[in-house]
C-alpha cells in the first residue's frame, strides 16, 4: 500500500516533512505487514518482521531524494530502539548521531526532528517492547529492567555502541530461519535474550558487583576487569593466564574463578566468543570466505573453526555465508 499524505485517524504516527507538508507514512497496526514509500520523496519499504504481545520489529530501507526532516508519535508507552545497518539519522533536538557503529534508545511519546541525508540507502531496524505487556506476560522483574535502564541514565534518549554481541543477536532476530509456530517461539526467545543483552550491557556492567562476589575485594575486581581489556583489545592473540595474571598482579587462581564470578564464563570461552563474533563481523562485512576468516581469527584449523562456530551459532560457516550472499 502507498503511505498516506493525509492525516491518519490512528493517534500513532510515523511522517516526515517535504517541500512544507507533512506526509504520514503509515499508521502503527498490527495487520500493517509492508508499506511502500510513495514516489514523491523516494523509494523503499517498511516491513513488519514479528509481533508479539511484548514487542515489534519492524525493517525499513528508504532512499530519500533530498534531505528529510521525519519524527513519529506513539500512543502506547513503550521503548524504542533504532538501529541503522546502512545509513544514518541525526536527532537534531538532542544532537545524537545514530549510525552502523551505534543505536539509539528512547521512551518518550514523541521523535521530532529526525534529519536523513538525501540519496543515501538507509536500513533501520526498529525493536519496540512494550513494558506493560512483558508484565502481563509474567515478567515483573524483566519490566522493570527494562524501565531501569533509563532511570539510569536520567534522559529520554541515549545512543549506544553496537557491541558484537548485540549485533549478533540482531542479526538473528533480522534473519530468523524458522516460520509459523516454530518462528514464534524462536523470535520471543531471541527477544528475550537481546533484551538480556541490552540491559546487562547498558545497566549492570555498570554496577558494583562485590556484594555478589564476596571472596573478592574491590581491587580485585578492579585487576579482573583490567585483564577483561586487555583481552578485549588482543583476544585474536591473547596472553596466556600465566602471563595475564602478572599483568594485572593476581594470581592464576583467583583470576580464573574471579572472571567467571564476574562475566559468567572461564577466560577460555571469553576469547573464543570474542573470536567467533570477529568470525560472524568479517563474513558480513569484508565476505571473507571460510578459511581467511579462520586464519584472522587465529585458528590454524578450519575444521576445529567449524565445530566451534556452528556451536555458537547455530550453523556452519559455510551456511551463514549461504545465508547472507
Known amino acids: 500500500m502507498d503511505w498516506k499524505t493525509e492525516k491518519s485517524n490512528e493517534s500513532e504516527e510515523h511522517w516526515v516533512l517535504y517541500n512544507n507538508r507533512k506526509y504520514v507514512l503509515y499508521p502503527s497496526q498490527n495487520s500493517m505487514n509492508c508499506a511502500q514509500v510513495t514516489n514523491n520523496f523516494g523509494s523503499g519499504h517498511v516491513k513488519q518482521l514479528f509481533s508479539c504481545p511484548f514487542a515489534q520489529i519492524k525493517d525499513s530501507e528508504i532512499i530519500f531524494c533530498d534531505s528529510i526532516c521525519g519524527g513519529a508519535n506513539f500512543s502506547m508507552p513503550r521503548i524504542m530502539l533504532y538501529f541503522c545497518l546502512t545509513g544514518e539519522l541525526v536527532l537534531e533536538e538532542n544532537e545524537l548521531v545514530v549510525d552502523t557503529a551505534n543505536f539509539l534508545a528512547f521512551n518518550a511519546a514523541n521523535l521530532r526532528r529526525v534529519r536523513f541525508q538525501p540519496n543515501l540507502r538507509h536500513r533501520i531496524i526498529t525493536v519496540e517492547i512494550y513494558p506493560d505487556k512483558l508484565r502481563d506476560f509474567g515478567n515483573d522483574y524483566l519490566q522493570r529492567a527494562v524501565l531501569r535502564s533509563f532511570h539510569a541514565h536520567n534522559t529520554a534518549f541515549s545512543t549506544h555502541k553496537l557491541s558484537p554481541a548485540m549485533k549478533t543477536v540482531l542479526h538473528q532476530l533480522v534473519n530468523c530461519p524458522y516460520h509459523d509456530s516454530v518462528k514464534t517461539i524462536y523470535m520471543e526467545g531471541k527477544l528475550l535474550e537481546f533484551l538480556a543483552v541490552y540491559l546487562n550491557e547498558t545497566i549492570y556492567q555498570d554496577e558494583p558487583v562485590l556484594g555478589h562476589c564476596p571472596n573478592l575485594s574491590r581491587q580485585d575486581v578492579k585487576s579482573i576487569y583490567q585483564a577483561k581489556q586487555t583481552l578485549d583489545q588482543s583476544f585474536v592473540s591473547p596472553p596466556t593466564l600465566a602471563v595475564l595474571s602478572k599483568l594485572i598482579c593476581l ?62 551459532f547455530g550453523v556452519s560457516p559455510s551456511e551463514y555465508l549461504a545465508q547472507n550472499k
Open 251 to 312: 594470581n592464576e587462581f583467583k583470576l580464573k574463578n574471579g572472571f567467571k564470578q564476574l562475566f559468567g564464563q572461564t577466560v577460555h570461552t571469553y576469547v573464543v566468543d570474542k573470536r567467533l563474533e570477529l568470525a560472524r563481523q568479517l563474513f558480513e562485512e569484508k565476505k571473507l570466505n571460510v578459511g581467511e576468516a579462520a586464519s584472522h581469527i587465529g585458528y590454524s584449523n578450519a575444521s576445529y573453526f567449524a565445530l566451534a562456530f556452528r556451536k555458537k
